[in-house]
């Protein structure tokens, strides 16, 4: 026993990355799911429209952020506000400065209940009209006419896209981007490693293959699947917890592709610089638990420590999170949605670039001395 | 046309693999890279083949589409069944039709692997690895075709037949370089190149190579004395010595022989590990 101990001991020490990550992962994992981990939003974007917006613009406090106020418009635009993502509430008001409808965006499902409480509390902080009316009837005396103080109507809470706020309804459209991420992500990352373990990498090489027809090769197998696999989860999380679909089909569908293709990319990318199956796991986990809990799927992204929501912002999940809640739950079209479109494009092209480069890189070792050719050749070394 | 490298010096950090490397593959012709372990035999193939640019020096290669390659693992998908991998190489290569069709059928059957065409290439035996991963490499009818150490742990019969590929492969007309530690191999082979430490220490015909041994080579029955103990070696049940030029015969009952291609390898490899540590002692 005690020589296999020490055979184990031998083989770890030599796997210097393996060791790192060993003590690397869990320490970074700690620190950055610790700062991302909370569920209080402290701060609730909020526009204020109708007449008596700009007198109760100025009574809007914490955890409110007034974004934007609208004396002009009604609760037509209040519920674009926030359809295109301008913002999280909208407060209604009426001539006299009263707030008549509070609108909340239902589609994330923290800062809804966050606003609710928020909405609540601001109720509770109205003047007690029932101890005025008494405080006056004893102020003033009989024959003078007390004012009789009427309470305006409580504002009409309306939840939209989520108004049961069912935690399915948000999570089902961005767990589809989850087993997106593991298939594309962790099986795709096997896929260079194995070629390098069974010894035909070199055959590879050697082969009229481009290094674009190797990367598009490996990664069409894993897109027709993981395509499957997006379908058939869409198709049982609207039939089993009542989904809805209030926008385009081609707009979810472009999104998915898009997502699809960055995160079968990475994976790619990671299998490439992996020496074997267990480094090509552990980086894939590296990237695939930081995009589970720091999208924006579990934890609020305004509730994450500003120092750890940047990364949030370099992970292709956070956008495919936007986009599939935005299209299912708040019917968003496309040009409310060129912001995550354009980030998760400019994601793939950047991971692209990387995976074609190092793919390159491992069908030519050559590289560094000089091009390779295809044809015929009289290759002379430096 | 003829294939082949000039000046090749391949390094890998401070080891250097390869050190001014010639070598000249003509069509239609084996050639064979003999040496041991660690001699630069596989380097030089992944330089012909284009898997490795060298350093410095000059490659002759056909288009990568007319280069077969069988790398030292074989090359063969485990798990893919045979006829899948070789269905992926004629589509990697573009070989299709029914004339491959028919080679292919043909050269299953000369290897013996006709009847196991739907085996996994993970539970075909080593020789038929080999065998299957020579018929990959030449499929697809390469006008150069690169075989590492095809037959090595490989059973007497399956040499045979693989021996019959790399003939039949030649015989269609494609240069083709094998590098094997079977000096049986070497002399069917054209021309030989014998590589010991990245350097070439003898080429040509395996009969050339024979008679270029310089000295004279001894058979007896007992080691000899420490003067030639790094000279002697043991061949079968009886010693072998070789005395370089001017040494005279040895002491004691040493017969002369005539070398073979063995004992003229084995005498370059001494002479080169001889001068190696005279070097080291200067």
């Known amino acids: ?382 | 046309m003829s294939w082949g490298v000039s000046g090749v010096t391949v390094r890998y950090r401070t080891l250097t693999a390869l050190q001014g490397v010639d070598l000249q593959l003509q069509p239609g012709e084996v050639r064979a890279v003999v040496g041991g372990d660690g001699a630069g035999k596989t380097t030089l193939l992944k330089v012909v083949a284009g898997a490795l640019q060298p350093e410095t020096g000059l490659v002759r290669r056909p288009a990568a589409a007319r280069i077969g390659y069988l790398p030292a693992s074989s090359g063969v998908y485990p798990d893919l069944s045979v006829k899948e991998n070789l269905d992926f190489a004629a589509a990697a290569y573009g070989a299709n039709g029914e004339e491959v069709a028919l080679r292919r059928r043909l050269l299953l059957e000369r290897a013996g692997l006709a009847d196991v065409t739907r085996r996994l290439g993970g539970e075909l035996s080593g020789g038929m690895r080999q065998k299957l991963g020579v018929i990959r490499a030449m499929l697809h009818r390469p006008e150069l075709l690169v075989l590492d150490e095809p037959t090595t742990g490989v059973d007497p019969i399956s040499r045979r037949e693989l021996w019959w590929l790399i003939a039949h492969a030649a015989a269609e007309g494609a240069a083709v370089l094998v590098a094997t530690s079977y000096l049986d191999e070497a002399e069917r082979a054209a021309e030989l190149v014998l590589l010991d430490g990245g350097r070439v220490l003898a080429s040509g015909t395996a009969q050339y190579v024979a008679t270029a041994m310089p000295g004279r080579l001894y058979t007896g029955d007992r080691a000899p004395g420490t003067e030639d103990a790094l000279r002697a070696w043991r061949r079968g049940r009886r010693w072998r010595l070789w005395r370089p030029e001017g040494c005279g015969a040895p002491d004691g009952a040493w017969l002369e022989v005539a070398q073979d291609l063995q004992d003229a390898v084995t005498v370059a490899l001494l002479q080169r590990e001889i001068e190696a540590r005279a070097g080291g002692a200067a």
């Open chain 1, 1 to 382: 026993m005690w020589a296999m101990v020490v055979k184990e001991f031998l083989q770890l020490r030599r796997d210097r990355r393996t060791l790192a990550m060993m003590f690397v992962l869990p320490l970074m994992l700690l620190v950055i799911f610790g700062y991302a981990a909370s569920f209080d939003v402290s701060s609730i974007s909020a526009v204020v429209v109708g007449p008596g917006a700009k007198s109760f613009s100025h009574l809007v406090k914490k955890p409110f952020s007034l974004v934007a106020t609208h004396p002009r418009s009604g609760s037509a635009a209040a519920r674009r506000d926030i359809q295109d993502g301008t913002a999280d509430v909208a407060f209604v008001t009426s001539a006299n400065g009263q707030v008549t409808t509070v609108l909340i965006n239902g589609a994330d499902l923290f800062t809804a209940k966050a606003a609710e409480t928020a909405v609540a509390h601001m109720a509770q902080g109205e003047p007690d009209l029932r101890r005025i009316q008494a405080e006056l009837k004893r102020l003033i005396p009989p024959g003078y006419g007390v004012p009789v103080l009427t309470s305006p109507a409580p504002p009409k809470l309306t939840v939209l896209y989520n108004p049961g706020l069912k935690t399915a309804l948000v999570m089902v459209p961005g767990l589809a981007g989850v087993i997106l991420v593991f298939v594309g992500t962790l099986i795709a990352s096997l896929g260079v490693v194995r070629e390098r373990q069974a010894g035909t990498l070199e055959q590879l090489a050697v082969m009229p293959l481009s290094p674009w027809d190797v990367l598009i090769g490996k990664v069409a197998p894993y897109f027709i699947v993981a395509a499957v696999d997006l379908t058939l989860v869409l198709a049982v999380g609207m039939w089993l917890f009542g989904v809805p679909m209030h926008g385009s089909w081609a707009v979810l569908i472009l999104g998915a592709l898009l997502f699809l293709f960055v995160t079968l990319s990475i994976g790619v990318l990671i299998s490439s610089v992996s020496q074997n199956q267990g480094q090509a796991i552990q980086l894939a986990m590296l990237t695939v638990l930081p995009q589970i809990l720091l999208s924006g799927l579990i934890f609020p992204l305004a509730s994450m420590a500003a120092g750890v929501r940047w990364i949030a912002y370099i992970l292709p999940l956070t956008y495919f999170v936007q986009i599939s809640r935005g299209v299912m739950l708040e019917g968003q079209p496309i040009g409310d949605l060129w912001q995550p479109f354009l980030y998760l494009a400019v994601l793939g092209v950047v991971v692209v670039t990387f995976a074609t480069l190092r793919f390159r890189r491992l069908l030519n070792p050559s590289l560094g001395h000089s091009r390779r050719r295809r044809g015929p050749s009289a290759e002379a070394g430096a």
